[in-house]
């Protein structure tokens, strides 16, 4: 059986949209990187990128279980001597509300120049409301 390569002009490209309010960070995270990667398609190539495009409405409502709003620490580092930062889910919801759920998806994408491409067809807002009515996205329950 041969694989099947698809060219890029021939994929078929839909819109969905997520409500993440009140679910789960990492199931909201994985059901969004499958999306966006494309593994749910029979024309799935880990080199190609085949995904559809997402929108997640509510990402400053995500949950959180037990004590990680207080405990759940993320660090980032300047790339000076002594530069690295650490901030708690808490202070980073507050100041970037959809980086979280942003985090959490890049690191379930691939590394490298296809993942960072894949990370633009996923559209994050803090609110219910989005620009993107004009796609007519379809709604997923998770």
């Known amino acids: 059986m041969k694989t099947e390569f698809v060219k890029p002009a ?6 969905f949209i997520i409500d ?15 999306i966006v990667r494309g593994k749910e398609k029979a024309v799935f190539a880990p080199h190609q ?4 495009y997402l929108v997640v409405v509510n990402a400053d409502k995500i949950a959180v279980s037990g004590r990680k709003v207080q405990n759940k620490l993320y660090h980032h580092h300047s790339g000076y001597v002594g530069g690295l930062k650490t901030v708690t889910f808490e202070k980073l919801i507050a100041r970037h509300p959809t980086s979280p759920l942003e985090l959490a998806i890049k690191g379930m994408l691939p590394k490298g120049p296809l993942g960072r491409k894949l990370l633009n067809n996923v559209k994050l807002y803090a609110g219910a409301g989005h620009p993107h009515e ?7 329950e998770l």
């Open 134 to 140: 004009a796609q007519n996205p379809q709604a997923i």
């Open 10 to 15: 021939e994929v078929e490209r839909k819109w």
């Open 20 to 34: 993440a309010e009140g679910k789960p960070l990492g199931r909201v995270a994985a059901r969004a990187a499958s």
């Open 49 to 52: 990128e085949v995904g559809d």
